[in-house]
């Protein structure tokens, strides 16, 4: 009789997901902190160390305010009680996994017994991250911009099934085998930049061992956890439109990022997903290059760096800023299909006089219908705005929606009724409890 976790139809949508709705940086790990407070699981379904995010949390019996930046583990980490789970369509960069580890572990937050691996996620060596600086160079000024933490040439190997994975690590003559053969194609592709291949291969050997507590097989681990109704909390990475089929391609990331990514990442049926939380900052900012249609490039764009600290957590790159856009969040929602909404960094409006919001694309004096596949399209759209009365603030100290100003409810009013999705929570400032809940019907 297999032992396998019988698939279970209580699949009742015990499965909550926090997907990023514009092009990063939205402020995903603040609700992510909130909600791990009443999950038993925090898992990562896609991406790798390119992500970032910081929280600050009180950690241990004397409750000391830590900061924390995560970038492979589940943020849910900071909950003592969370289990940290890494899916199979995450890629691995074990260095990291075992550094970020070792920097919770110092800070007081441990990590056995509470973390676990799956045996199928792909691995990123240190020469992905070289051939990831060396493609950039390559391509000169159409350069992606990316986070050079070797994410691309991961998936690349992956896709061309080449790729190593972390059960590969457990078979060692053959992982052995196998890398050698993917460094020497590396250096047939780029020319023979300095790499220490033995090296490297007799650190994977001391990795392996290290590494075997922590490794479960991922496709048992969650189901067992699904059918003893555990409640889990899929914590997204990056964010649609950095999505490699749906994002602006090819300025995107190299995994999918969004709600498709949650169930082939984590190897779990979409009936088992419940909440799909879209967070969406209060106007829109993009890291590294690519098409930006309400990018703004004045003092209102320095307000909101200066103001929304829009500086990146993984590469520490300024973000460019602006408007927001309905137009890309509509084809985000059609795509992710959020059940509600978190509004974040509204506090970052305060203080200014007018604020617009994209409503349309226009090329020609013709509305287009859709958010254009076609880059060269997207750069000549005349983008059709609604103005907004601002307001003054702070509201950083409001602590129910109601005591908003007013022309500050109408904006966040706007955009629900736009989407026709509520915004369930909304961010008012940098603080853990400046986070407004409005109770939604039929959650
Ligand atoms: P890669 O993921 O390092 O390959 O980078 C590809 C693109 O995605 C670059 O423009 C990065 O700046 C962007 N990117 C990747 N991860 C994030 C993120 O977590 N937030 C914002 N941008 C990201």
Not at 24 to 51: P, S, V
Not at 158 to 180: C, E, I, M, N, P
Not at 348 to 368: H, R
Request: hydrophobic share 35%; aromatic share 10%; proline share 5%.
């Amino acid at each position: 009789m297999s032992t396998l976790p019988k698939p279970s139809l209580s699949q009742n949508g015990q499965v909550t997901v926090v997907l990023g709705s514009q092009w990063g940086d939205e402020g995903k790990g603040k609700l992510t902190d909130m909600l791990a407070g009443e999950m038993d699981i925090c898992a990562r379904c896609a991406g790798g160390n390119n992500a970032g995010h910081t929280i600050v949390a009180n950690v241990g019996p004397e409750q000391v305010k830590t900061k924390f930046d995560f970038h492979l583990l589940p943020s849910g980490l900071v909950n003592p009680r969370c289990v940290g789970f890494i899916g199979s369509g995450v890629v691995v960069h074990v260095p990291s996994f075992f550094s970020e580890m070792d920097t919770l572990e110092k800070k007081g937050l441990k990590c056995d017994n509470r973390l676990f691996l799956s045996d199928r996620a792909h691995l990123v060596f240190d020469f992905h991250q070289v051939v990831d600086g060396l493609k950039e160079v390559e391509l000169g000024g159409s350069s992606i911009g990316t986070t050079k933490k070797g994410i691309g040439p991961a998936y690349s190997s992956k896709a061309s099934r080449s790729g190593l994975r972390v059960h590969h690590l457990y078979d060692f003559d053959t992982f052995a085998q196998k890398f050698r053969k993917l460094v020497e194609a590396r250096f047939k592709r780029y020319g023979n930049f300095e790499y220490d291949t033995e090296g490297e291969i007799a650190r994977y050997r001391a990795f392996a061992e290290r590494l075997r507590p922590f490794v479960v097989d991922g496709v048992t681990f969650i189901h067992s956890m699904l059918s003893s109704n555990r409640r889990v909390l899929v914590e997204g990475a990056n964010a649609l439109m950095l999505d490699l089929d749906y994002g602006t391609y090819p300025f995107v990331t190299s995994s999918s990022t969004g709600i498709g990514g949650v169930c082939t990442g984590l190897g779990i049926p979409p009936q088992s997903i419940g909440k799909v939380i879209g967070v969406t900052k209060a106007y829109t900012s993009r890291v590294g290059a690519g098409p930006f249609p309400t990018e703004l490039n004045d003092d209102i764009m320095t307000h909101l760096q200066e103001v929304g600290a829009e500086y990146g957590t993984t590469t520490g790159r300024r973000r460019r800023c602006g408007w927001l856009d309905m137009v890309m969040l509509r084809y985000s929602c059609l795509i992710n299909g959020y059940t509600c909404l978190n509004l974040t960094k509204l506090d970052v409006l305060d203080g200014l006089k007018e604020l617009k919001v994209a409503t349309n694309y226009m090329i020609n004096g013709k509305e287009l219908a859709s958010f254009p596949a076609d880059l060269s399209m997207l750069a000549k759209v005349e983008v059709v705005y609604k103005t907004f009365p601002g307001w003054e603030g702070p509201i950083s100290e409001v602590t129910e929606y109601q005591q908003l100003p007013q022309t500050c409810r109408e904006y966040v009013e706007f955009i629900e009724d736009f989407l026709g999705i509520p915004i369930e929570w909304i961010g008012v400032g940098p603080g853990r409890q400046s986070m407004l809940h409005r109770p939604i019907a039929n959650k």
